[in-house]
C-alpha cells in the first residue's frame, strides 16, 4: 500500500513526540500541527465561539481559519501552517482561544 512519504519518495529524519491536550503523539521532521494530528486520527480539534461546533482543517493552506488550535499556550495558530518541534505542546481550542 502506497502511503504519502512513500509516494513522495521522503526520507524524513527520525520521529519525535509532541502532545495534544497531553496526550503524546508522534511526529516526523517538518510535519505541520494539522499532518501530524491527522496522522494519530484526529480531525477536529477546535469548537466555534457561537455554537461550539467541531472544526478541523477545511482548506489546507492557510486561508479558512478553520484549523486554530493553541500552540505551546500561543491561541490562534493555523494548524495547517505551524510547523512541529519535538517536545511541542499542543491544545485543543474553544471559541476564540483567550480563556485559556
Known amino acids: ?49 457561537g455554537e461550539g461546533r467541531p472544526r478541523g482543517v477545511f482548506c489546507g493552506i492557510g486561508v479558512c481559519y478553520d484549523c486554530l488550535v493553541t500552540v505551546n499556550s500561543r491561541p490562534n495558530q493555523r494548524a495547517c501552517l505551524v510547523p512541529l518541534h519535538p517536545g511541542d505542546t499542543i491544545r485543543t481550542q474553544e471559541g476564540t482561544g483567550h480563556d485559556d
Open 1 to 49: 500500500m502506497n502511503s504519502p512519504l512513500r509516494l513522495a519518495d521522503a526520507h524524513p529524519g527520525p520521529a519525535f513526540t509532541v502532545t495534544l491536550d497531553g496526550r503524546a503523539i508522534e511526529a516526523l521532521p517538518g510535519q505541520t500541527v494539522a499532518a501530524a494530528l491527522w496522522t494519530a486520527g484526529v480531525t477536529s480539534w477546535r469548537t466555534t465561539r
